[in-house]
């Protein structure tokens, strides 16, 4: 591997993880706002905007996988903080297929 592949996959995987932290922001303050709201608004905001949230939120995950295989294909070793977002997006998989 050369190293403008490693930096590539590298910058893949960082971009992948930051999307994944802002999604997961989102989702926090999403459930912040809505302990004020009434069950009707609640309902309201999970059927439209919220769902949209979750969708995000499950496509970074993914995508958080899929850059980490790459990254693990090519050799390279994640630091123990981006292996902390890594198994945090493995986990939101699986407990979405469950």
Partial sequence: MTIPEGQEVGGRLQRALEAFQKAQGLLLTAHRRLKEL????????????????EKQLHATAAEVV???RAFSAAGLVASANDRHLINEAQRHLADGDR
């Fill in 38 to 53: 009434s069950a009707t608004e609640v309902e309201r905001f999970w059927t439209a905007q919220g769902s949209r949230i």
């Fill in 66 to 68: 899929a850059a980490f």
